[in-house]
């Protein structure tokens, strides 16, 4: 017993904190539709093989029977034509794409052959929604089964076919409403439905259900989100984001909006919402570098929210500047959706995202010395000791871990805020702690280090008693008789720059 003993104590101590999460299973891209082709592989593959050399293990496609020679048209043969999606996964192209090594595969599903929301679900269409559901969900659970993967099936922005047909300005009336309610309802119960059946082990297929007005619904409109969405159970809720502009605030509150309205989910409990679609074209009036920046910072806020996954579109632009071209276009005639440009050249973005996958994530609270939560004020972003109680996302922190995997006592890690802001030491005001900083350089990046229980080595977990030092080796502590503002003064550490770590699981 002794041997079997020490081995299970030390497989306990090589586990990884729990709640860890690898940046390359958050961050994903979509491949679609692009115009432009760089080998003579089948483009489905083609893309995906991009993706998978960026570092991320997160992909988006398109199952679309009525579309796919457009979708994915070179070096590509779809023939037989066909309506049924469970047939068309099937297929050598899919096959290919779902023996890489993805972690998670999205996959837009359109409403099943005949269904028509605009005067609600009739029974027969809803049976026939649910049946197409049922026989994918099914079909990937066995076919998969002992993989370790998780295939998600959703529609693609769900505000589109809720308002499809009608006039500009025009809210869609009762009957529609509650057609697609019913409508993703019928998903849900049909995925549930495979699940129930079949109790998988080591592989997973979740529903989701996407969005895409999210601006007009905090207006307070006739939206998906806002007359939908609270009355459906969906495993997950994805937002398509670019109705809402480029600005990192405007999407974290879009974000907190959306949160709001979806229901809590039996399968991820609150962390069920995801990022579905986001980027920037080039021809928006801004530089280059400008147009990096800003999808780098929309990057940052999605993360520091603490979205499931976050969806950059794409790998190849599919959108070119004439509405027709001629030939295979150069860069000057795409709009710039892009992580792999027609010259075959990487834009920018690829370095941004690249330079973030090979982190990890978690979520945590931190209470000091006198038990109160660090937390962010929203008015002068300082970063104080002041809660009694770790309620608010201001007082969560998102802890970006730049080594990677499980939280390990001498990790060097960077701490993001709600919006996705790094706490950062700010020189010449007395070692103050401010979230004011949008990229994580040598400021923003700090050494956790344990102390206590245990020992100081090893794996930092819930409730562990840890302490923060910077690149300049100042420890990090609330002050004591004023406000609880956080600074950076002493070089060695003692109880008041001493943290309990909560982990935060939702």
């Known amino acids: 017993m002794r041997p079997l003993r020490a081995a299970l104590l030390l497989l306990l101590t090589l586990l990884p904190a729990a709640g860890a999460v690898e940046i390359r299973d958050v961050l994903g891209v979509s491949h679609a539709a692009g115009k432009y082709n760089f080998s003579d592989e089948d483009y489905l593959n083609e893309g995906a093989d991009q993706i998978l050399d960026l570092g991320s293990r997160v992909i988006k496609v398109f199952v679309d029977p009525a579309q796919m020679d457009e979708l994915y048209r070179f070096n590509s043969n779809w023939s037989p034509l066909t309506t049924d ?6 297929r050598p ?23 028509q929301l605009d005067d609600g679900l009739t029974a027969e269409e809803a049976a026939a929604e649910r049946d197409q559901m049922y026989r994918l969900a099914r079909y990937l659970l066995t076919a998969y089964a002992g993989s370790g993967k998780t295939f998600i099936l959703q529609n693609w922005e769900g505000d589109h076919l809720l308002h499809a047909g009608l006039p500009a300005g025009t809210a869609p009336g009762p009957a529609r409403i509650q057609g697609m309610i019913d409508w993703w309802n019928a998903r849900q119960g049909g995925v549930q439905a495979a699940r129930h059946e079949l109790r998988p082990r080591n592989v997973d297929v979740a529903h989701a259900c996407e969005v895409n007005f ?33 600005d990192p605030g405007e999407l974290v509150r879009a974000l907190d909006y959306l949160e709001s309205k979806a229901p809590a989910s039996r399968r991820f409990g609150r962390q069920n919402v995801y990022l579905g679609e986001y980027g920037m074209a080039k021809n928006t009036g801004t530089s280059e570098e400008e147009r990096t920046e800003r999808i780098r910072e929309l990057t940052e806020a999605a993360l520091g929210w603490g979205v499931r996954y976050a969806v950059y579109w794409q790998v190849y632009c599919n959108e070119p500047v004439p509405e027709h071209l001629a030939g295979r276009p150069k860069n000057s005639d795409m709009r710039g959706f892009w992580l792999v440009r027609p010259d075959g050249l990487r834009a920018r973005m690829w370095n941004v995202l690249a330079g973030q996958v090979s982190a990890s994530l978690h979520r945590g609270a931190f209470s000091g010395f006198a038990n109160q939560y660090l937390a962010v004020h929203p008015d002068d972003r300082a970063v104080a000791a002041e809660r009694w109680l770790p309620g608010s996302p201001w007082s969560v922190f998102t802890i970006k871990d730049w080594n990677g995997g499980g939280l390990e006592s001498g990790d060097v890690i960077t701490l993001q805020t709600h919006d996705g802001l790094y706490l950062a030491v700010e020189r010449g005001v007395g070692g103050r702690v401010h979230a004011r900083a949008s990229t994580a350089g040598r400021a923003e990046k700090l050494i956790v280090h344990k102390v206590g229980g245990d020992g100081p080595e090893g794996p930092i977990r819930h409730g562990d008693s840890i302490v923060f030092e910077t690149r300049d080796h100042l420890y990090l502590a609330p002050e004591v008789g004023g406000h609880g503002l956080l600074r950076a003064l002493r070089t060695v550490p003692g109880p008041a720059e001493t943290f309990r770590f909560l982990e935060q699981d939702e």
């Not at 999606?85 to 099937?90: D, H, I, R, T």
């Open 85 to 90: 999606v469970v047939e068309l996964v099937q």
């Open 93 to 115: 192209y899919f096959q290919q794409l779902f023996a890489k090594p993805f972690f998670t595969i999205i996959l837009e599903i359109p409403p099943a052959p005949l269904v």
């Open 214 to 246: 999210l601006g007009a619904a905090m207006q307070g409109k006739v939206t998906a989100t806002n007359d939908v969405l609270p009355f459906t159970r969906c495993d997950l809720y994805s937002y398509s984001s670019w109705d809402v502009g480029f």
